[in-house]
């Protein structure tokens, strides 16, 4: 659905035609119309209305499709700059396809997409296992005349996709291996993007591409958009998918594939390649077109109950290969898993949750973390920033003689990151949890699903999943970008909906985690130098965690650990555009340059993860933009409008850290 404007769009030397014109606006009003009208009524819970996410509703898809072919249209200049960088010669690259009793006619379409590929340094090895059909071997036997880059064999008994695919490899010569389904499709640039990918990077062992699929009318649906490299994720299910692309030499000093878990041989290849690989690089881009036919495990997850069986012995092998000391457990969905680490050792946690007043949230919060967390806490330091209630001076009084607690003064204006560094330099245990007074713990093991991840040398922050009083989601990760700064992804969704594709119930990387609910290793605290106090109010979780992923380490979200956050019941908005301000002009190259764990496709203007139409970047850079021009002088307290004012672009955006603290 890409490339050239469709026929019969003529433009002329001037400009585009009258009649084109009137044609391009008329398809954009029934593609308009269309959406539209197709559009379900909101499905969210009462009282909590939510948005379709990009691959809920494929009419929103078609709608998007015929956006970026418009933008395309009128904007031809960059059209042929952007069709001008992608190479037609290159490193060989060997597609290999293990063929079994396909349909021909999706046959010979997958065939067609490989020789309608711009690139031409490649070449098809077609294997066929066994099929016995002497249809296909004829149709084999015909596209193999026809080009001279299509090479086919065949095994002589069915064996097994993962024998096939070996057998189409034993001969390969390209420097790369791409694979490819016997009824799938490429897009034309597919093969081109991938070598533009690796061109000039000696390192960049595996690629993976976004992708969509096509229905039995070759209709497209369920984009899946991909973030970059997280192993995190890739643990949880085979987010990769494809288009998968591996350096040969990768692929051979594996061992290629292994027939023991055919029917999810992909996957193993997958966690074994990457486990080798020296560069992985993901290109955001819908290159490959995945069939759905009739019992296929591309049109129903339980299509093929023995190839979720095979996924799990997968992950469990990757497991036992790492010397994990690790589980298995499912997932939120089939073929989706959580490995659960156990905890290394005893390592002891401080538990920081600063306060002021509001002595019944402190207590709840107390109270709440003692029962079943999972993990012993070593001890608790709550910092009294000035209160002055006679409740909290009996709280005081009571905590005197509370096991295991400290209660420290930080006098003076409120300042959020000053506070809890303070009260960290005071610790020396091995992990520092940071935690607001108006969170409450509601799910066993909180403590401990959280140790298990920042007890990984590779991890820096993790965060919890939170969740409001009435069950819709609080946090699940912040997205850099996200509502023009950073925000929550997927905050306020109800709580029997998952997030596309299901990000918020599985262990994954953002670029940060919110510190209403942080755990870190202290050596890590300290090596970043702490949270910045330059950040009084806002932004000073996200300015923390995107200095961790500097310094090497990757920002963790685990589901396991489920808590309730009262949010800004006990602190106002004061000084927050000041910290805005700070963190623009900061960090404004890095939200510019896109967030690599999310996907440059998904809006950054909603939080249910949308798509992103091509005019929406440049509404997004007027808002920063707008938002750098405001005034950043110092506010010492937010008077009531500015509130006001800051709660209106929470709800516009969709943010969750304006008011976090």
Sequence with gaps: MTGDAPEGLGRSDSGQTDESARLSAALDVMATRLAVALEPEDDGSEGHPWGLNAAAHPPNYWHWIHLREQWRHDHPQETVADDAALPTKGPLLSIVVPVYRPSLWYFRACVASVVAQRYQDWELRLCDDGSGDPDLTAAMAEVAASDPRIHVMALESNGGISKATNRALAGATGEFVVLLDHDDELDPNALAEVALAVAGHDDVDVVYTDEDKFDELGRPFLPHL????????LMSYPYLGHLTVIRKEVLDRIGGFRSEFDGSQDFDVM???????????HIPKILYHWRVVAGSAAGASDAKPWAHDASRRVVEDAVSRRGWEAHVETGPFPGAYHVRHRIQGSPTISVIIPFRDQAALTVTCLESIERSSGHPITEVVLVDNGSTDPETRALRRMLADRPRTRLLEFPGPFNWAAINDAAA????????????????ATSEGWLGAMVERAQDPDVGAVGARLVYPDG???HAGVVLGLGGVASHIFIGMPDDHHGYFSWDRVVRSYSAVTAACLLVRRAVFEEVGGFDEAFAVGFNDVDFCIRVTQAGYRNVFTPHARLTHYESISRGLSGYYQDYQEFLRRWSDVLRAGDPYYNPNLSRLEPWCPMRPPTEDAKWLSMVDGLVAQDPSPVVEASAEDQEIAQGIDEARGSALVAER
């Excluded at 991909?226 to 994720?233: A, G």
């Excluded at 330099?425 to 409450?440: G, K, Q, R, V």
Aim: proline fraction near 5%; aromatic fraction near 6%.
């Design 472 to 474: 819709s989601l609080q």
């Design 226 to 233: 991909k973030p970059d490299w997280d192993p995190e994720l």
């Design 425 to 440: 330099a005071t610790c020396t245990s091995d992990m520092l949890l940071f935690l607001n007074n108006d969170i409450e």
């Design 271 to 281: 966690l074994r390649a990457t486990e080798q690989a020296r560069r992985i690089v």
